[in-house]
Each structure stands twice: as C-alpha cells, then as structure tokens.
C-alpha cells in the first residue's frame, strides 16, 4: 500500500465527488497492479478510450486469476474543476483530486507523459513500472489475455528466432551469445542512414577481420520487402527479417524515436550506450572496440544530450589548467564506485539513482557557458570566477550548487572529499535544491 500512497497520496474522490481513502478495496499481493489513467473531458481520443477502459476495467478488476487490478486513478488534465466532475461521471474509478495540481505534474514528470490519453500499469506494491503503453495493451488485447503486459525479457526477444545472414538463415542464440552487439536501426528510405551505414560497415569489418568478439543486427523500418532486400544486399552483418514481430518488440524495448539508431550492448546484453552513431563516427577504425562506457566525460555539445537522461555531476573548471589536468583523477574513483554501487543495486528494493559525471575541459563551449551562467547567476557579483561544482537533475527539474566565492583561489581547492561529499549527499536525499523553472 506504501506505493499507492506515494503515487496517489491518502485522499482521492470518486465520481459522487465524495472523499474516500484509496486503500479501501485495496489488498497486498505481488499481482496487485495499479492503473493510472492520465486524460481530460476536452480531449476527442480520450473519450473514445475511457468507455473502452470502462468496460474492460468491469471486467478485470476482480479476476479468478490472481491479477486483480487495485484500481484505476484517473489523473485529471481538465481545464477546470466543473469539467473535471462532468468527466468523471463516465469513470466507475476514483481520482486524484483536481486540485491537487502538484501531484498531478509530479505524476506527469516520473511517468514521462507527453500525451492524453496515457494509461499506464504499475505494481501495486512497490510501484515499479510494469508498461507505459496500457492504451495500446487494451486496444490490441480487450481480453486481457496477457494482462498486465509484463514486459518481455530483452534475451527472449532477441535470441527468439532466426535472423538472416545473407540468403540464410541462422540461430540468434548461436550467433549472439556472449558478444557484443550493436541492433542499428534504419531504412532504406532514410538519407542520413544511408549516409552513416558506410562508417559503420568500415568498423564492422576491421573488427570482422580482426577476430573481434562484434556483430550487428539490422532492424529494418523498411516499407516493402523489396526495399528491404534492396538495403540488406549492401551490408555484412544480420537482420532481423523483414516483418518480424521481434522488430517492434525490441524498438519498444529500448524506446527508439528515431533512425538511424545504434545501440550498443555489451556481451551481457547490458546497454553500452544508446548513442553508438557518435561513437562510431569518434572511431571510424574501432580502435575502441569495445567501447565501455566512460564513468566521466568531458562536456561538449556532442554529449550534453546525457544531461536530460539522468541527474549529472558537473565540475566547472573556468580554465584553471591544473584543475583540468587532474580532474580525471579527481573524478574517476568517485565515478567508477557510484557506477559500480548503482548497477548492483538495481535488483534491490532501493536501488541508487543513476549519475553521470562530467566537467569542462580547456575549450569552452556553448552549452559550457549556458549551463554555468544559469547555475551560478546568483552567485557573488565582483568575485573572480573559480572551481565550481553543480549536481543537475533535468528530469526532476532542479538543480544544487556548490559555490567558491573567494577573491584567493586557494581558498576552498576541490579535492577529492568535496566531490565524494556531493555524491553522498545526492544519494542519502540530503541535498538542498534549486528549481530550475525560476
């Protein structure tokens, strides 16, 4: 019940407008799941899905089979409180308050809702999020015959069949296990594939020749089996092929927008970075093969799109040329145990929050420059700029400084502590932050 309660807090109302507590048909047991229906009396598609969700919530809220679903909550986006009560006249579930606008944004922020109407399934227990495309579950599957849509293991989807080599068909297990990989998403109809596929290839045959532990799976958003046999006669590695259901499984999997796309994963499956086009094209011979990933970096603009996945540590050299000559050494330690803690934590009831580490080399930059000028506008006017430290959290929207306001730079030097301190304090909650939307 503790999930409920962080998620829809102790209060929510049904459709009679009165109060009630949500654990009232509640019960414990690891198959209890919790809907959260995000949608508006305003928006045409939502009222087309909710008789839809009605009928199948009816139907599956008590269930022989042990999947009971808790409930459904409907998070409002109506424009006003007399819309919100008229909508939810069509609801057989209870709501989170309307005016509780700050849950509602908060909701709407660790679900990542881009769009109404979103359903999404969590477990009941612990919260843990079992899929975000519900909508989708309960269009394509009305009789629930795979509620709740658990998702399926990335190892079943892509050792699960054959893949093509050529005009043959081979085992994926066979092939795959236990080597690194890299699933390059693309299409013969897409310009900047065609353009980026013969850097690849160039990667993909040194490494071929050089005995290395690679392959590379191609998944096809091809729109004919023509085209698609026209593309794949033009590389060396597999594919998944043409129409095969593992193709939208795996896209959904990793969440792919976009193509090209390569990811990299390593021997065991673990993603070793969503982002193996600019890593390929750094290192167009794969004299870096196998890539691991970096547990710091260097900011740029060429990577400040990591800056919106997960919170991130930034140090702020301002050009000290010694600071930056030590700043691998001050950060990788630190670095490396968060990386190392945080992977084995993730099959643990408390798993740690994710951290990338970065500072500013000897060049500035644009995003640099943007980022320091946001996070330290309030800092001290007049007082000469030094060695500074930020934790940034885009995705919860804030931000804490660690400042060094001093006219003598040897005052306060980073040192190692300074930033284990910061680390420890983001992980333990203590931190003080600053909203971003100021």
């Given at each position: 019940m503790s999930a409920i309660r962080e998620l829809v807090g102790n209060v929510v109302v049904d459709k009679d407008g009165n109060d009630r507590s949500p654990f009232v048909r509640s019960k414990s047991g690891e198959n209890r799941v919790l809907g959260l229906y995000f949608s508006a009396h305003w928006c045409p598609p939502c009222r087309d899905f909710t008789p839809i969700l009605a009928k199948f919530y009816e139907k599956f809220r008590l269930s022989e089979s042990g999947h009971e679903l808790v409930d459904i909550f409907y998070i409002s986006s109506d424009r006003d409180e007399r819309s919100f009560n008229s909508y939810m006249k069509e609801m057989p579930w209870p709501?989170?308050?309307?005016?509780?606008?700050?849950?509602?944004a908060k909701l709407s922020k660790r679900f990542h809702i881009q769009g109404i109407p979103a359903l999404i399934f969590v477990n009941a227990d612990t919260g843990d999020l079992i899929t975000d495309n519900g909508r989708e579950s309960v269009i394509a599957d009305p009789d629930g015959k795979n509620f709740p849509w658990y998702p399926e293991p990335l190892t079943q989807i892509l050792y699960g069949g054959v893949l093509l080599k050529g005009n043959a068909q081979i085992n994926a297990h066979d092939t795959l296990h236990n080597k690194v990989k890299g699933l390059f998403?693309?299409?013969?109809?897409?310009p900047p594939c065609r353009v980026f596929m013969p850097d690849l290839i160039n990667v993909y045959e040194n490494l071929q020749n050089a005995g290395q532990n690679f392959e590379v799976i191609y998944v096809s958003?091809?729109?004919?089996p023509e085209t698609f046999s026209e593309y794949f006669e033009q590389m060396p590695w597999l594919a998944f092929p043409y129409g095969d259901p593992r193709i939208a499984k795996i896209t959904k999997h990793f969440n792919v927008k976009g193509i090209p796309t390569l990811l990299l994963l390593d021997e065991?499956?673990?993603l070793i970075t969503p982002d193996g086009?600019?890593?390929?094209?750094k290192d167009r011979d794969g004299n870096n093969f196998p890539w691991p990933t970096p547990v710091f970096e260097v900011l740029s603009e060429s990577n400040a799109n990591h800056l919106n996945d997960a919170a991130c540590l930034i140090l702020f050299t301002d050009g000290n040329v010694?600071?930056?000559?030590?700043?691998?050494?001050?950060?990788?330690?630190?670095a490396q145990r968060h990386c190392d803690d945080q992977k084995s934590s993730r099959t643990t009831d408390n798993p740690l929050p994710e951290l990338h580490f970065f500072y500013a080399g000897s060049e500035s930059s644009e995003v640099t420059d943007q980022l320091r000028a946001f996070v330290?506008?309030?800092?001290?006017?007049?007082?000469?700029?030094?060695?500074?430290?930020?934790?940034?959290?885009?995705?919860e929207q804030?931000?804490?400084?660690?400042?060094?306001?001093s006219d003598d730079p040897s005052v306060d030097p980073v040192h190692e502590s300074t930033v284990q301190r910061l680390v420890d304090d983001f992980k333990s909650g203590k931190l003080r932050y600053v909203s971003l939307q100021r």
């Amino acid at each position: 019940m503790s999930a409920i309660r962080e998620l829809v807090g102790n209060v929510v109302v049904d459709k009679d407008g009165n109060d009630r507590s949500p654990f009232v048909r509640s019960k414990s047991g690891e198959n209890r799941v919790l809907g959260l229906y995000f949608s508006a009396h305003w928006c045409p598609p939502c009222r087309d899905f909710t008789p839809i969700l009605a009928k199948f919530y009816e139907k599956f809220r008590l269930s022989e089979s042990g999947h009971e679903l808790v409930d459904i909550f409907y998070i409002s986006s109506d424009r006003d409180e007399r819309s919100f009560n008229s909508y939810m006249k069509e609801m057989p579930w209870p709501a989170l308050p309307f005016a509780d606008r700050e849950r509602k944004a908060k909701l709407s922020k660790r679900f990542h809702i881009q769009g109404i109407p979103a359903l999404i399934f969590v477990n009941a227990d612990t919260g843990d999020l079992i899929t975000d495309n519900g909508r989708e579950s309960v269009i394509a599957d009305p009789d629930g015959k795979n509620f709740p849509w658990y998702p399926e293991p990335l190892t079943q989807i892509l050792y699960g069949g054959v893949l093509l080599k050529g005009n043959a068909q081979i085992n994926a297990h066979d092939t795959l296990h236990n080597k690194v990989k890299g699933l390059f998403f693309s299409a013969h109809w897409c310009p900047p594939c065609r353009v980026f596929m013969p850097d690849l290839i160039n990667v993909y045959e040194n490494l071929q020749n050089a005995g290395q532990n690679f392959e590379v799976i191609y998944v096809s958003s091809d729109r004919s089996p023509e085209t698609f046999s026209e593309y794949f006669e033009q590389m060396p590695w597999l594919a998944f092929p043409y129409g095969d259901p593992r193709i939208a499984k795996i896209t959904k999997h990793f969440n792919v927008k976009g193509i090209p796309t390569l990811l990299l994963l390593d021997e065991n499956d673990e993603l070793i970075t969503p982002d193996g086009r600019t890593v390929i094209s750094k290192d167009r011979d794969g004299n870096n093969f196998p890539w691991p990933t970096p547990v710091f970096e260097v900011l740029s603009e060429s990577n400040a799109n990591h800056l919106n996945d997960a919170a991130c540590l930034i140090l702020f050299t301002d050009g000290n040329v010694d600071l930056i000559a030590s700043a691998p050494k001050l950060l990788l330690n630190i670095a490396q145990r968060h990386c190392d803690d945080q992977k084995s934590s993730r099959t643990t009831d408390n798993p740690l929050p994710e951290l990338h580490f970065f500072y500013a080399g000897s060049e500035s930059s644009e995003v640099t420059d943007q980022l320091r000028a946001f996070v330290f506008a309030d800092s001290t006017p007049g007082v000469p700029l030094h060695p500074r430290l930020a934790l940034l959290d885009i995705p919860e929207q804030r931000y804490h400084a660690v400042l060094w306001d001093s006219d003598d730079p040897s005052v306060d030097p980073v040192h190692e502590s300074t930033v284990q301190r910061l680390v420890d304090d983001f992980k333990s909650g203590k931190l003080r932050y600053v909203s971003l939307q100021r």
